[in-house]
């Protein structure tokens, strides 16, 4: 069963403008990474943020992670069209390899 | 990252018939391979680990003698839809554990069985 919950389910903003992702989840993790889904298709890895940090930065991404409330942020800076796509989290679970994805948001990015 | 190509990238096939989806490392030796399925505007759901040389572990409710996985070896995991049904249609998505903790997803398989 999915473990993660984000929001909003849905945002639609202007060029331009930031934007920002919350998910939670409910376990102890190792790591919670972000990734992206353009419509129809695979995955791609955005960044991963241990647990034993709380911020991390990659270009216009800028990724926070509050164990204690057990929730992430993802900001995504000056958005572009090209940015519209669904946006998951996905936690890595101590002891597994595996990883439990959030709902997801999809965000959409309007000229 | 690693390469991952899945094959073929979408299917047609009719109630009762079998389909199998290739799941392939290009550039990697992947001991560990996960299934993924994601149904329309929802998230991925793993459905299995698949381990290279041994039995693939299966999440709950996820119906082992249905869904066939076989990771013979380093670049290659197959599933199997065995008599798949309108129910079956979704989305596969297969992924290679990578390091540390990441995984590095193919560009899915689109299955609808009419």
């Known amino acids: 069963s999915q473990q993660g919950e984000e929001d909003p389910q849905a945002l639609s903003i202007q060029e331009g403008e930031n934007a920002t992702m919350n998910c939670s989840y409910k376990?102890?993790?190792?790591?919670l990474q972000w990734y992206r889904q353009n419509s129809g298709r695979g995955l791609v890895h955005l960044i991963l943020?241990?647990?034993?940090?709380r911020e991390k930065h990659s270009g216009r991404l800028r990724v926070t992670l509050d164990t204690s409330k057990k929730s992430s942020s993802l900001l995504i800076t000056a958005s572009r069209a090209a940015d519209t796509a669904s946006y998951f989290c996905?936690?890595?679970?101590?002891?597994?390899?595996?990883?439990?994805f959030g709902q997801g948001t999809r965000l959409t990015i309007n000229p | 990252g690693a390469v991952v190509s899945q094959h073929p990238s979408w299917v047609i096939c009719k109630s009762g018939t079998s389909v199998k989806i290739e799941c392939r490392s290009l550039?990697?030796?992947?001991?560990?391979m996960f299934w993924y399925r994601q149904f329309p505007k929802q998230s991925l759901m793993l459905m299995a680990t698949?381990?290279?040389?041994?039995?693939?572990?299966?999440e709950q409710g996820v119906e082992k003698d249905k869904f066939l996985i076989n990771h013979a070896s380093l670049t290659l995991s197959t599933l199997t839809v065995t008599s798949a049904h309108p129910e079956d249609s979704s989305f596969y998505i297969c992924?290679?554990?990578?390091?540390?903790?990441?995984?590095?997803f193919g560009p899915g398989t689109r299955l609808l069985v009419l």
């Open positions: 996905a936690t890595g679970i101590q002891g597994a390899q595996k990883l439990v």
């Open positions: 376990t102890s993790i190792n790591n």
């Open positions: 943020i241990r647990s034993n940090e």
């Open positions: 550039d990697f030796q992947a001991t560990t």
């Open positions: 698949s381990n290279e040389g041994s039995k693939a572990t299966y």
């Open positions: 992924s290679e554990a990578g390091v540390p903790g990441t995984q590095y």
